[in-house]
């Protein structure tokens, strides 16, 4: 591999109101519509991006035939200081499944639940 290995990610949504309203409150953005980009009946909303720096962005998704939750991928945001988003978490509406904690020289993590019941990480080097 050339590049680092992720390019884009998707969060499959059941509600995308209520998905939409969970992670402009929990991380403070606005997510931007997308217009479909396939021939698939697709709604997708996008995470504020910046295609000149270093990362991927991604969107909400919501399509007929693909559930919501538990999967075996998990994203991790970059934030600040990860404690942050996490007290804004609960009052979003998801839950917390590991508080904050040290990852050694990595940093901090922590993972929590959206309202569509897909778990996610929160990481930061503080």
Avoid at 12 to 40: C, G, T, W
Avoid at 46 to 62: D, H, I, R, W
Avoid at 85 to 112: C, D, H, N
Wanted: proline share 4%; glycine share 10%; with cysteine.
């Amino acid at each position: 591999m050339a590049k680092n290995p992720v390019a884009w990610f998707e969060i499959y949504v059941d509600d995308m109101p209520r998905a939409i309203a969970f992670y402009q409150s929990v991380f403070h953005v606005q997510l931007e519509k997308m217009d479909n980009p396939s021939a698939n009946e697709i709604e997708m909303w996008s995470f504020p991006s910046n295609m000149e720096q270093y990362g991927v962005t991604g969107a909400l998704a919501k399509m007929n035939g693909v559930s919501a939750g538990a999967g075996g991928t998990l994203v991790y945001f970059s934030c600040e200081d990860c404690a942050t988003e996490e007290a804004r978490v609960i009052s979003s509406g998801g839950s917390i499944q590991q508080p904050k904690m040290a990852i050694g020289e990595y940093g901090f993590m922590t993972l929590a639940t959206d309202t569509e019941g897909n778990m996610f990480g929160l990481h930061s080097m503080h």
